[in-house]
């Protein structure tokens, strides 16, 4: 499994401010020989589109456990499409009720990865989804 030459955006929508398990995704991804951008914490999703669609990224991983990531995912994807962006492959992390994961395919979501996942199996579902 190799992730070589990916891009990837991590990043933490919403008003969380636990990141711990974006910073563990972010150093798996790149340990697989991605290129990680880390937003930080706290940011918009119109931030977070505006920076995906600037560095050309292969995908945007962004994680939330405050409960929003329905309504999160939904403007992320709004701002992605709204910025030429919507191609871009959308994954999610977090604390995601498995009743509303077939919404945020919906919406447009890839993977959605939860903290009950071994790191090895995320990573490889990563690089399987964009092979």
Do not use: C, N, W
Not at 7 to 30: E, M, N, Q, S, T
Not at 51 to 78: C, F, K, M, Q, W
Not at 121 to 130: C, E, R, Y
């Amino acid at each position: 499994m190799s992730l070589a030459g990916k891009r990837f955006l991590i990043a933490k929508p919403g008003l969380d401010g636990h990141d711990v398990g974006a910073k563990v995704i972010a150093l798996a991804l790149r340990d697989a020989g991605a290129e990680i951008i880390y937003t930080g914490l706290r940011k918009a999703p119109d931030f977070i589109a505006k920076v995906a669609v600037e560095e050309d990224v292969d995908a945007v991983g962004l994680s939330i456990l405050s409960g929003s990531h329905l309504e999160l995912v939904a403007e992320t994807v709004r701002q992605l499409r709204a910025l030429d962006g919507g191609a871009i492959p959308l994954f999610v992390g977090g604390t995601i009720p498995t009743d509303d994961q077939a919404a945020l395919k919906d919406a447009g979501v890839l993977g959605i990865f939860t903290a009950d996942m071994k790191i090895d199996d995320v990573v490889a579902a990563i690089d399987a989804a964009l092979s």
